[in-house]
C-alpha cells in the first residue's frame, strides 16, 4: 500500500481542527499528521512535519490566511486547500488566494457541526489531486490590457462560439488566457468553471476587470456577441439557443450531471447541436471527466475541440479523457492558447480540421509563436 497523503490543518476554530480529520479519517489513503491554530503555528508545523497538503482557514486572527498562503508559495511551495466561508467577504478573499496559488477551495456549509460530511467526498478528492499535482503556476497578467473597454465593439454577430470547460486550476488559467484576447476578438465565449454559487458573480467581475474583452456572469437571455465571454452561475446549467432576433444563452436547473452542475457537458453538447461546426470546444485543467463526452459530440458536428497539454495543466483529468477517448483535435499549451483561440475564430477560417502540428494523445503543445 502507498504511504498515505499527510496533510496538515491550519485553522483558528477548534471545531474545524476537529471535524476536518473527522471527515478525512474515513479514507485511509490521507493522514492528517497535524494541526495549527494560526498561521505562525501553521508555518512552524510546515517545517516539522513536512505535510503534502495544507488545508487553510482564510479568516484567522494574527498571522490571517493570506500572509499564511504567501509565505507558503514562497518557501514551502505545498500545495495549499483553502477551506472558504460561504460568504461575500469570504467568496473574495478565496477568490485572491487562488490568484496568489492556492490549488483549490472548499465552501464551508452554513451549518458546519451538521452538515460538514457533505463536503467530505469533495475534500478528500481535492486533497489527493494537490498530493499528485505539479502545483499552481502563477504567471504575471499582461498589464496592457488592464484599459478600458474597446467604444467600437457594438453589438457584432461572432464569428465562432467557443465552450470552455475548467475546473481545478482554472481560475488562475482562465484569467491567464483571457486576459490575453483583444477587445476586437471575434468569436463569442461560453465558460463553465466548476464553483458553487456565491462565488461566480464576482469571479466574473475580476476577469472583468482585467480583459479587454468583455467578461459577465451569465443570465438567461443574453446575447452571444463576438469580444464578450459569459460564465455560467454556480448551480446552473448552461445552454445556448439559436433566435431569429440573436443567439442567446439559456440557464437551467436541470439535475446535476457527472455529479456537477453547472456541468461541461451541458454546455458542450448544446454547443454541439445548435453551432455545428461554428463549434469551438476547449477542455483545460480540472479533475475527472466532466465535458468528455460533450467534446466528443462537438467533434462529431464537424466543430474544432482542443484539450490543454498536461504539462501546463494543474490537474490533467478533463483533457485527459478527452485525449484518451480521441475526441481532441489540437492539444495547446496554457501560453499558446490565446493565440490558437484567435486563429480559430479569425473570419476566414472553413471547416476545422486537424493540423499536421497537431498531437492527439500527447500533452506536448501544439506549436505557435
Known amino acids: 500500500m502507498k504511504n498515505p497523503v499527510r496533510v496538515l490543518v491550519v485553522d483558528d476554530s477548534a ?25 505562525t503555528f501553521g508555518l512552524k508545523k510546515i517545517e516539522d512535519l513536512k505535510p503534502q497538503v495544507v488545508t487553510l482557514d482564510l479568516e484567522m486572527p494574527g498571522m490571517g490566511g493570506i500572509d499564511t498562503l504567501k509565505e507558503i508559495m514562497r518557501h514551502h511551495r505545498v500545495p495549499v486547500i483553502v477551506v472558504s466561508s460561504h460568504s461575500t467577504e469570504g467568496a473574495s478573499i478565496t477568490l485572491k488566494a487562488l490568484s496568489l496559488g492556492a490549488f483549490d477551495f472548499v465552501a464551508k456549509p452554513q451549518d458546519v457541526s451538521a452538515r460538514m460530511p457533505e463536503i467530505a467526498n469533495e475534500l478528500i478528492a481535492k486533497i489527493k489531486a494537490a498530493a499528485q499535482s505539479k502545483g499552481v503556476r502563477v504567471a504575471p497578467i499582461a498589464s496592457t490590457l488592464r484599459r478600458e473597454k474597446s467604444a467600437q465593439s457594438g453589438k457584432k454577430t461572432p464569428t465562432r462560439v467557443v465552450g470552455i470547460g475548467v475546473s481545478t486550476g482554472g481560475p488562475h488559467a482562465l484569467q491567464y488566457v483571457l486576459s490575453q ?27 472583468d476587470e482585467i480583459c479587454a474583452i468583455q467578461v459577465k456572469q451569465a443570465q438567461s ?7 464578450r465571454a459569459l460564465l455560467c452561475p454556480g448551480n446552473r446549467h448552461l445552454k445556448v439557443k ?25 454546455l458542450f453538447k448544446s454547443v454541439a447541436e445548435e453551432f455545428g461546426a461554428e463549434a469551438v470546444a476547449l477542455l483545460m485543467t480540472g479533475m475527472g471527466d ?9 467533434k462529431a458536428a464537424g466543430g474544432m475541440t482542443i484539450a490543454q497539454s498536461e504539462d501546463s495543466c494543474v490537474v490533467f483529468g478533463m483533457p485527459k479523457a478527452a485525449i484518451d477517448r480521441g475526441y481532441a483535435v489540437r492539444v495547446v499549451h496554457l501560453d499558446a492558447m490565446a493565440n490558437t483561440l484567435q486563429a480559430q475564430c479569425m473570419p476566414h477560417r472553413g471547416r476545422p480540421e486537424a493540423s499536421p502540428e497537431s498531437n492527439r494523445g500527447k500533452s506536448a503543445g501544439v506549436g505557435h509563436d
Do not use: W, Y
Not at 16 to 34: C, F, T, Y
Not at 242 to 266: F, Y
Open 15 to 39: 471545531l474545524m481542527r476537529k471535524l476536518i480529520p473527522q471527515i478525512l479519517a474515513v479514507d485511509n489513503s490521507i493522514e492528517v499528521v497535524g494541526t495549527a491554530m494560526d498561521g
Open 181 to 207: 484576447l483583444p477587445s476586437d476578438f471575434p468569436g463569442t465565449i461560453l465558460i463553465v468553471q466548476h464553483m458553487p454559487e456565491g462565488f461566480t458573480d464576482m469571479f466574473a467581475r475580476r476577469l
Open 290 to 298: 466532466d465535458g468528455a463526452e460533450g467534446m466528443g459530440a462537438v
Open 242 to 266: 439559436r433566435l431569429p432576433l440573436g443567439d442567446v444563452a439559456i440557464l437551467s436547473d436541470d439535475a446535476r450531471v457527472n455529479g456537477h452542475r453547472p456541468s461541461v457537458e451541458v
Open 221 to 227: 437571455g443574453d446575447l452571444l456577441l463576438a469580444g
